[in-house]
């Protein structure tokens, strides 16, 4: 790739074994504002292009010692970085057609004949050098849309990185915003029993859902047919959201979340538990196919157990409200499954 600026003088390359032509030559086209460099034969030229590529013509004698021109400018253009070079050949003798062909072939664009008209000369360079300065401009513009490409892909990347660092803080304040609704609905605030009413619990969690908007689009969420229960929406409404919402925060990388929410009926909320025989339970089943969490969780849960800054402890009291409790079963790496228990009847 050329580097040479337009705002530079163009290089010309003069190769020429006799040195009065090679000054013949500088002084022809010196006052068009040319920089020369001058080799003397064509093994001369070829280790100056090794070191600088960047010419904007060669003018070259054909008949010279060794490697004539036609032999220069073959193994000139078999380098990549060079092909981009016009080569004017010089010479005193018309060759016929043949030899003529046989320049062209070598990478020679166009020929001046001696003795050298500098009008001809100077036009014939001019024009070459134009093209080259023109060539040269849409270079440079290909560098600079490069670059500016190149930029660009950088800051595409880093809005990204940024959208992405976004929508993890969004979705960590949804859930500190749903942790603080639940946890002043279970603090000190007054729970009238008027608030408890029967209400159908796949509207609530349907409505939830429906809220959470984006959010919960980010995961598979079924729920199967639930039961009309005696609750406080108020109460059991940020309650799912927790449960819902720990899904969506602990998920598996490059796994898609899967929430299946379910009721079945239970003669007792559980075997361990000192509820009174023979009264029914609806347990609610909430399952997840999230990281789950490294401690054994099973029965009923009394302590603190923090799976956000809310904590069990906090659903546990939720439950006291509707006289039951919440039970945990967790496989790491492979889900955890809520199980509600709430009794079908309220006194």
């Known amino acids: ?77 078999e380098r990549e970085k060079l092909k981009h070079i016009p080569i004017i050949f010089i010479t005193a003798n018309y060759y016929g057609e043949e030899n003529l062909f046989k320049g062209y072939q070598s990478g020679g664009i166009d020929y001046i004949f001696k003795p050298i008209n500098p009008e001809v000369l100077r036009a014939k360079v001019s024009i070459f050098i134009d093209l080259y300065r023109k060539n040269r401009l849409l270079v440079e513009q290909d560098e600079k849309l490069l670059e500016i490409n190149k930029n660009l892909a950088f800051e595409i990347k880093n809005l990204r990185t940024a959208e992405e660092c976004l929508t993890q803080i969004n979705c960590n304040l949804r859930k500190k915003i749903a942790d603080l609704e639940a946890i002043m609905a279970v603090s000190d605030i007054p729970i009238e029993r008027s608030e408890f009413v029967t209400s159908d619990l796949n509207a609530l969690v349907e409505g939830l859902i429906n809220d959470m908007g984006d959010e919960a689009k980010t995961a598979t969420i079924s729920v199967e047919k639930l039961p009309s229960l005696c609750i406080s929406p108020r109460l059991m409404r940020p309650l799912f959201k927790n449960l819902i919402s720990n899904a969506l925060l602990y998920r598996r990388k490059n796994i898609k979340p899967t929430i299946t929410i379910r009721s079945e009926m239970a003669q007792s909320a559980n075997g361990e538990s000192a509820h009174e025989q023979g009264e029914k339970y609806w347990q609610i089943f909430v399952e997840d196919n999230c990281n789950g969490f490294y401690q054994n969780l099973s029965g009923e849960i009394n302590g603190e157990f923090c799976d956000t800054e809310l904590g069990l402890a906090f659903y546990q009291k939720i439950m006291d409200h509707h006289k039951g409790f919440i039970s945990a079963k967790n496989k790491v790496n492979e889900g955890l499954t809520y199980i509600l228990s709430l009794p079908v009847n309220i006194s």
Do not use: H, Q
Not at 60 to 77: C, H, N, Q, R, W
């Open 1 to 77: 790739m050329m580097n040479v600026s337009v705002s530079k003088k163009p290089k010309l390359l003069v190769v020429d074994d006799r040195e009065d032509n090679l000054l013949s030559i500088e002084a022809i086209l010196k006052k068009d504002n040319y920089e020369f460099t001058m080799a003397f034969s064509g093994s001369e030229a070829l280790k100056i292009l090794n070191k600088d590529p960047d010419f904007a013509m060669i003018l070259m004698d054909v008949k010279m010692p060794v490697l004539s021109g036609f032999e220069t400018a073959t193994l000139i253009y």
